[in-house]
């Protein structure tokens, strides 16, 4: 079995704060190992339901956040940001994907929630109408081409979410949200284990899985925090400006609408208000 792993980190053990996820801060190398340490852990409950390839692609930030030294070695990893399915870079390869270290959607409750850039850019993203997280938009990508999602960690509400949304997969809360900023964290050795066993239960019992896979058309609505930023995107083909701050676009293909938020997104970073 090939296992896809689209790695996160505002999901990861311990991380409450902006200080912990971004390069040069601080507490950013402490976190690195812990992000890596939450892959390693779901490669090995992976490897111990009887999986054999594994494909790691980094989906936070700059997408270099992994300790490369410290990856299993069994892993094969996809680092850098210049991706044309971003954090889904190579997902079409496996059998079943796992989301490790996300979050819930930019607008919701969580820690650091918010969807593919800070919420000072992006307040909301929907997906036909409902409110639409990172992993939504992945598991979307992956489930119409028939891979299921498998795992998901992070916090209390990002799980719940997956639960409702994905038949079958497992869940491993590593930490519950008191607030943005703050939540009640497993150690990180817990939260290892929990990883672990999830993502074997995932595989073992792969045959619990279907795709995530929404009916089309497909239509993406970004609510941004600017009529600026909103502005700045017009320029892409296809987008509708519904107000001052929300642009629009539908198509009968999902991996194209998908790549049109992609290059909608990297637009708006731009714009002077983007931050």
Same mark, same amino acid.
């Given at each position: 079995?090939?296992?896809? %792993? ?10 409450? @704060? ?7 801060? &601080?507490?950013?190398?402490? $976190?690195? +190992? ?8 779901? %490669?090995?409950?992976?490897?111990? /339901?009887?999986?054999?390839? #594994?494909?790691?692609?980094?989906? *936070? ?16 990893? %996809?680092?850098?940001?210049? +991706? ?14 796992? #989301?490790?270290?996300? *979050? ?8 650091? !929630? @918010?969807? #593919? ?25 992956? =489930? ?17 979410? !997956?639960?409702?949304?994905?038949? =079958?997969?497992?869940? /491993?809360?590593? +930490? ?6 703050? /939540?009640?964290?497993?150690? &990180? ?5 929990? %990883? ?5 239960? /995932? ?16 239509? $993406?609505?970004?609510? $941004? ?14 987008? +509708? ?9 539908? *198509? ?5 609408? #998908?790549?049109? $938020? ?14």
């Amino acid at each position: 079995m090939r296992v896809y %792993i689209s790695a996160d980190m505002e999901g990861v053990t311990g991380v409450t @704060h902006p200080d912990d996820v971004i390069p040069g801060r &601080p507490r950013y190398e402490a $976190f690195r +190992k812990l992000l890596t340490a939450d892959v390693n852990a779901a %490669i090995e409950g992976a490897r111990r /339901a009887g999986a054999r390839e #594994f494909l790691v692609n980094e989906a *936070h930030d700059g997408m270099r956040n992994l300790l490369l030294e410290r990856l299993d070695p069994e892993a094969e990893v %996809i680092v850098g940001s210049r +991706k044309p399915l971003s954090m889904m870079e190579g997902c079409n390869e496996a059998d079943v994907v796992f #989301f490790v270290g996300y *979050h819930s959607a930019a607008g919701t409750g969580g820690i650091l !929630s @918010h969807t #593919f850039t800070g919420p000072s850019t992006l307040v909301r993203l929907e997906l036909n109408g409902e409110v639409c997280s990172e992993g939504r938009m992945n598991a979307a990508l992956a =489930g119409l081409a028939g891979i299921p999602v498998g795992l998901v960690t992070g916090d209390d509400l990002i799980c719940a979410e !997956s639960e409702a949304l994905y038949p =079958g997969v497992r869940t /491993a809360c590593v +930490k519950t949200a008191v607030d943005r900023y703050t /939540a009640r964290c497993l150690s &990180p050795e817990a939260a290892r284990e929990r %990883i672990c066993r999830a993502a074997f239960e /995932a595989v073992s019992r792969r045959g619990d899985l279907s795709p995530y896979a929404p009916e089309g058309p497909y239509t $993406f609505t970004a609510e $941004f925090a600017s009529a600026s930023t909103a502005e700045s995107v017009m320029y892409f083909p296809g987008l +509708k400006r519904l107000d001052d701050r929300r642009v629009c676009w539908t *198509h009968e293909d999902y991996e194209t609408a #998908f790549r049109m $938020f992609i290059g909608v997104m990297r637009l708006a970073r731009t714009d002077p208000d983007y931050g």
